[in-house]
């Protein structure tokens, strides 16, 4: 058995390897295509994008180690089952829960690891994301802006500038600000400059006029010099659920407003790692279940699983932002009907 063990844990890890290289390079095409918006025309280095890459991916595993968990299994026991391994093995009178055992090891294992980048390396990529995407556009600001070209790098922000007689001098500058909604702002001036100042970015403006729009009320104000900061980042400059440790959440659910969202964060960075022990049980007897279909039907019983998954993860929190469920019930929901799920085809598959 310990040979058969070892056999199965080897073509387990392998699988999973391979899955989770796929399904984080899947997940980060989304994730760089929206930041491309925000790197274009900036001259990031190969270097920058190898750093964003990085940080991406604690995130990312947090949904692709249960994941690529669940197609290694399926993938590993679809194929002895398609080359006839399984029934020779239970033949000679291994029963599947001891098949099954390396199954176990490495579940405990992706829980461990999934548990942590959920808690630890999750949140703190996140912010070092944050960081570094300020980084690249605080440095190279100036050459995001060119002659005749609307710059929407900057959140909330369209800069237009006539001409650049240099990288940091603007001249014929058109900017509109609308980062406080209810007052957006339109300001013209005839030339300027560009001062970069640790995370932010100030143009000082000569000789021009702001336009201030407040309900049906326009404030015109015209003036010699005009100091106009800005915060290039990622998202706003509060940090996200994502970006917040346990302890931080925590506090965050004391304030009535964003209770909801503070604890739905924090059950699911329990929920989402907790996957991987319902895939100890869930796994072997699904792929069985797919019959012959080798490692194509896997893949798909997987990802199919997975969507399900998901789609009730969202309906459950939408509940719960709606006030029809508690906090717990609504994030454990679709957590729940998983274990319910996997014990019926576990009990199923076992008295076979």
């Known amino acids: 058995m310990l040979l058969i063990h070892r056999m ?21 095409m989304e994730k760089l295509l929206k930041l491309s918006r925000l790197l274009s025309g900036v001259g990031a280095s190969l270097l920058d994008v190898g750093k964003i890459v990085l940080y991406l991916q604690p995130q990312l595993c947090i949904l692709t180690i249960p994941m690529a968990f669940l197609l290694s299994v399926l993938l590993t026991f679809g ?5 006839n391994e399984l029934t020779v093995l239970k033949a000679s009178g ?7 055992r390396p199954v176990l090891y490495m579940g405990l ?12 390396f999750s949140p703190k990529g996140s912010l070092s994301l944050r960081a570094k995407v300020t980084e690249i556009l605080t440095v190279r600001a100036p050459m995001t802006i060119e002659e005749g070209v609307f710059n929407t790098a900057f959140k909330d922000i369209v800069i237009l500038v006539k001409s650049k007689p240099e990288p940091d001098k603007l001249a014929g500058i058109f ?37 201030i729009t407040k309900g049906d009320t326009i404030t015109e104000i015209t003036f010699g010099r005009y100091n106009f900061r800005l915060n290039p980042t990622l998202d706003s400059g509060e940090k996200k659920n994502r ?41 072997p007897p699904l792929s069985l279940m797919a019959g012959r279909s080798g490692r194509l039907g896997g893949l798909t019983i997987g990802l199919g699983v997975f969507a399900v998954y998901y789609a009730l993860l969202i309906f ?14 609504g994030a454990w929901l679709s ?10 085809i576990y009990e199923r598959v076992n008295r076979r």
């Open 243 to 283: 970006e917040l440790t346990p302890l931080q959440l925590l506090k965050e659910a004391k304030e009535p407003a964003k209770a909801d969202n503070a604890y739905l964060e924090l059950h699911r960075r329990f929920s989402l790692p907790a996957i991987c022990l319902i895939i100890v049980f869930l796994g």
């Open 335 to 344: 957590f729940t009907l998983l274990v319910v799920f996997s014990i019926l």
């Open 316 to 329: 459950g929190e939408n509940l719960v932002r709606a006030g029809k469920l508690p906090h717990f019930g």
């Open 79 to 83: 194929r002895m089952n398609a080359d």
């Open 109 to 120: 294992v992706c829980f461990v690891l999934s548990l942590g980048m959920s808690f630890y």
């Open 94 to 100: 291994i029963s599947l829960k001891k098949i099954s």
């Open 175 to 211: 900017i509109v600000d609308e980062r406080k909604k209810e007052e957006p702002k339109i300001i013209l001036a005839k030339k300027g400059s560009i001062v970069t100042d640790n995370d932010a970015i100030s143009f000082t403006l000569i000789s021009g006029q702001a336009y």
């Open 8 to 28: 199965i844990l080897k073509e387990l890890v392998s699988s999973f390897i391979i899955a989770l290289l796929f399904l984080n390079f899947a997940l980060m």
